[in-house]
């Protein structure tokens, strides 16, 4: 009685364990599929908005770029304890002019995006102890602290003693 007992709970144990990867989904499922529906100077905002459903982003300098993601991430083997690995990362990038029409689409994969090269040059100080921006914001800051020139008729007084 109690073997059938361990087999029966061994059995659900292994039943409910899973051998499929857990698969993290974010952003517009089936992009790729999905952008090819849409078509240049013949698609328009509805039917961007029914094919893919609302954007990801929008450009904050121009409304009228949009941008849709698809991120599939799973966990990777065990010798790296389980950190998540991106093995789906699709872009796509609408441009669509004044009347509402697509004017162009830009579609990036993973691979696309591991040869675009990002600059990693720093951008130096400009200002110095005698440029014009140095005098100004000094003066600034003596006026945000003394506003009413208190400070500088003290130290008038007691340059004159």
């Not at 974010?26 to 328009?44: C, R, T």
């Not at 130096?124 to 500088?152: C, E």
């Amino acid at each position: 009685m109690i073997k059938i007992l361990y087999i029966i709970l061994f059995s659900l144990v292994i039943s409910n364990c899973s051998f499929k990867p857990v698969v993290k989904h974010h952003g517009v499922p089936f992009l790729e599929k999905k952008q090819s529906k849409l078509i240049i100077n013949k698609s328009n905002k509805n039917d961007i908005i029914k094919i893919l459903g609302s954007p990801s982003t929008k450009s904050k300098f121009d409304n009228q770029v949009w941008i849709y993601i698809e991120r599939k991430q799973t966990q990777s083997k065990l010798k790296n304890l389980g950190k998540m690995k991106i093995f789906k990362n699709d872009v796509l990038v609408l441009e669509i002019n004044d009347y509402g029409i697509l004017k162009d689409k830009k579609f990036y994969n993973k691979d696309d995006m591991e040869k675009i090269k990002v600059v990693e040059a720093e951008t130096g100080a400009i200002y110095k102890k005698n440029s014009f921006i140095y005098d100004f914001m000094s003066s600034m800051r003596q006026k945000i602290n003394d506003p009413l020139g208190q400070r500088a008729k003290k130290r008038e007084k007691i340059n004159q003693q």
